[in-house]
């Protein structure tokens, strides 16, 4: 089974200073990834995924990560962090099911990030 | 507006008691699925489901049942709520089977044990 570990359950930053979130999966012959943000009180949105094609992934609100396949690493950047990037982060990678074709979605334990002006 | 509605968003139950959590959504989404979010653990998936009928268990099943007899709709069945159970649970879904397509999730049901 396919598993991610987030290596930093906290990072605290300073507003406008960049930040770099981390992300390791276990290693497979096909992976994709995944990352997910979770505002307070509020269900996950989708950042940015990685399927297959160009290492460099662009996300929204600025946010990009890198596929790195071989340190098994898909961590989570953004040059320059706003208060309203607070919020708690999860890497999440897809693995399969008994179910055919159907594929589940494995998350990581959380990055909360808390920006300070 | 379209999207995932759970129901309730708020909980509190008697070791116990049985309770049955909603979702519904209305996008035509084949893939269902529900997951229970702890502090230091992330999501954890419970069940899922392909479509009416089909279903299958994720990766802390234990406690709760589920079908599903509409597209539109995915209950969870809390049978005997322990303390254990309490948590935030999300449900979510997708368009297709794959990964590829991308999840919208509801926005919770904090449920608390005691």
């Known amino acids: 089974a396919q598993s991610v570990t987030q290596l930093d359950s906290q990072v605290p930053v300073f507003e406008e200073a960049p930040v770099e979130l981390r992300c390791n999966y276990s290693?497979?012959?096909?992976?994709?990834l995944f990352w997910y943000v979770q505002y307070p009180n509020q269900g996950l949105q989708l950042l940015l995924k990685?399927?297959?094609?160009?290492?460099l992934v662009k996300g929204i609100n600025g946010f990009e990560a890198e596929f790195n396949k071989s340190q098994t690493s898909f961590h989570l950047r953004k040059p320059s962090v706003h208060i309203s990037d607070t919020a708690e982060y999860f890497c999440a990678v897809s693995d399969g099911g008994r179910i055919q074709g159907a594929q589940k979605l494995v998350f990581g334990q959380g990055t909360r990030l808390t920006i300070n002006p | 507006n379209a999207g995932v509605t759970q129901t309730p968003k708020f909980q509190v139950l008697k070791t116990g008691q049985s309770m049955t959590l909603q979702c519904a959504q209305d996008m035509n989404h084949e893939y269902m699925s529900w997951y229970r979010q702890d502090p230091g653990m992330g999501l954890r998936l419970i069940h899922y489901?392909?479509?009416?009928?089909?279903?299958d268990q994720g990766e802390v099943p234990n406690g709760y049942n589920v079908s599903r007899s509409t597209t539109e709709d995915f209950p969870l069945r809390l049978l005997s709520a322990a303390p254990s159970q309490t948590s935030v649970y999300f449900c979510?879904?997708?368009?297709?089977?794959?990964?590829?397509?991308?999840?919208?999730f509801g926005s919770g049901t904090r449920l608390t044990v005691v």
């Open positions: 979510a879904s997708r368009l297709g089977r794959g990964n590829n397509y991308g999840y919208t």
């Open positions: 290693s497979s012959v096909s992976v994709y």
């Open positions: 489901s392909v479509g009416a009928g089909i279903t």
């Open positions: 990685y399927l297959s094609g160009s290492t």
